[in-house]
């Protein structure tokens, strides 16, 4: 494992113990200092000077807070968390150091948060009025107050998920903060379901990246001795490797959320990935309430379910268990808002490159998505809807499998980067996978026209 990779395994760790310390924590102001103090201090112990980006970051956001009007309050705000990207990236070329890979990480989530905190805020700085009218509904939520820069500091460096997310709204963390008895709250049995899968990705992650190692796909050794069967497999063997690390550390991330309490809703107030509860009430653990309003979930918090992504049978239902509450910021704050839909996923898509860096490999990969959606719907209109149940069946097991090919292949953008050494692979194999897309797109189209004929 690298430098940083052992930086990110410990702090991950150490955050699950500290999170039962802090559930204990029953004054409000007591335990938003505390997790405050921890996350600054994780972020200045390990960014160091690079903290800078982040202090920048959160001031400018808080500036666009107090001067911009409501309507343009949440462009300004994106343009700028984004745009900051662009600088930060690139601040090596106005003879500043560049920022570690640690420091990378705290500002990817750095800039989804303040960007949502700021629409929480705003939003409901502007409908005071709206909230009293509609109070007495049950599916809507009563509004918060505009945050304050402290606030948004202890917000933005919660050690939770500070460096690896899960990403979670202002109102999660707002919720979590103000809990009543949150040490009430039953977390045995949650941390026990999440964790349960460490063992297997973590032995898998240490096992396969002895035999896959991503560096050796950089050497000329390996294009001279190998053959595209073998290319074929040792890409297989990275891309396990890689999803086997993310896996691995989404799982302790979300340990450290079960511990300390964030994200629990009870299920009554039906809480989605990302998005919180979407039914309106207090968290108030015991009581007289029912058994069944005092059942929670920690699904607010939910980044991974490895089942659905390694079974899924399309594309598509892989990538929404996959990361799922950065998926759903960019369904949310981005895909929806695209006025034209046939441009939805793209647009998505290239921003999501842009978010994760500017290495080109980003790019090639997450580009191809667009790509790789329309021939799995082209094929299923032309071939699944034409078979049996047992057909249909049979269709889902292939299209699972080549479904993970399909991953293979676009891994290798995110893993080798450049733009000359993914192609370089690609090219390697044919560009195997583009070839085989064409072929269906043609097949599926001769398809359609012999049942037009037919008909």
């Not at 959160?58 to 309507?71: D, V, W, Y």
């Not at 109070?135 to 050690?159: G, H, I, M, N, W």
Request: hydrophobic share 40%; charged share 15%; net charge positive.
């Amino acid at each position: 494992m690298s430098p940083d990779e052992l930086v990110y395994l410990s702090l991950l760790v150490l955050s699950i113990p500290l999170g039962c310390l802090v559930r204990q924590v029953r004054d409000h102001t007591w335990r938003r200092a505390v997790v405050f103090a921890v996350g600054a201090g994780q972020v200045l112990l390990t960014c160091r000077w690079d903290s800078l980006h982040s202090l920048v970051s959160i001031l400018g956001t808080f500036t666009i807070l107090k001067t911009a009007g409501p309507r343009t309050c949440h462009l300004l705000t994106f343009v700028w968390c984004f745009g900051y990207l662009a600088f930060f990236r690139t601040c090596h070329l106005f003879h500043l150091p560049y920022p570690a890979a640690v420091a990378n990480a705290v500002q990817l989530v750095l800039t989804l948060k303040v960007g949502t905190c700021l629409k929480d805020g705003n939003d409901n700085s502007a409908n005071n009025r709206a909230s009293e009218e509609t109070k007495d509904r049950p599916t809507e939520q009563a509004l918060l107050p505009v945050p304050s820069l402290t606030d948004l500091f202890c917000y933005s460096y919660c050690y939770i998920g500070v460096y690896t997310g899960p990403f979670y709204k202002y109102r999660t963390y707002h919720d979590f903060i103000y809990q009543e008895k949150p040490s009430s709250v039953p977390v045995l049995q949650p941390l026990l379901d999440r964790a349960k899968w460490m063992p297997l990705t973590g032995g898998v992650f240490l096992l396969a990246s002895r035999y896959f190692p991503i560096a050796y796909a950089h050497t000329e050794e390996f294009y001279a001795t190998s053959g595209v069967p073998y290319r074929l497999w040792y890409m297989l063997g990275m891309f396990l490797v890689f999803r086997m690390r993310m896996y691995s550390a989404w799982i302790l991330a979300e340990c450290s959320c079960i511990t300390a309490g964030m994200g629990a809703y009870e299920e009554w107030r039906k809480p989605k990935c990302g998005q919180g509860p979407t039914v309106r009430g207090t968290l108030e653990p015991g009581g007289n309430k029912s058994p069944q309003e005092t059942r929670y979930n920690f699904d607010t918090i939910k980044n991974v379910d490895i089942y659905w992504v390694e079974r899924g049978t399309t594309i598509r239902s892989g990538m929404k268990h996959w990361n799922m509450t950065v998926q759903y910021w960019m369904a949310e704050y981005i895909y929806r808002r695209v006025p034209y839909k046939s441009f939805r996923v793209a647009t998505t898509m290239l921003l999501s490159a842009y978010w994760h860096g500017f290495h080109p490999g980003y790019y090639l990969s997450l580009m191809t998505i667009p790509l790789s959606l329309w021939v799995e719907t082209e094929a299923s209109t032309a071939f699944r809807t034409r078979l049996g149940i047992r057909g249909q069946r049979i269709w889902d097991w292939l299209h699972c499998f080549l479904k993970m090919r399909a991953y293979d292949y676009m891994s290798v953008g995110f893993l080798l980067l450049s733009f000359e050494a993914t192609i370089k692979y690609w090219h390697s194999i044919c560009y195997i996978y583009y070839v085989f897309c064409a072929v269906v797109l043609a097949l599926s189209y001769f398809c359609r026209q012999k049942g037009l004929k037919g008909s």
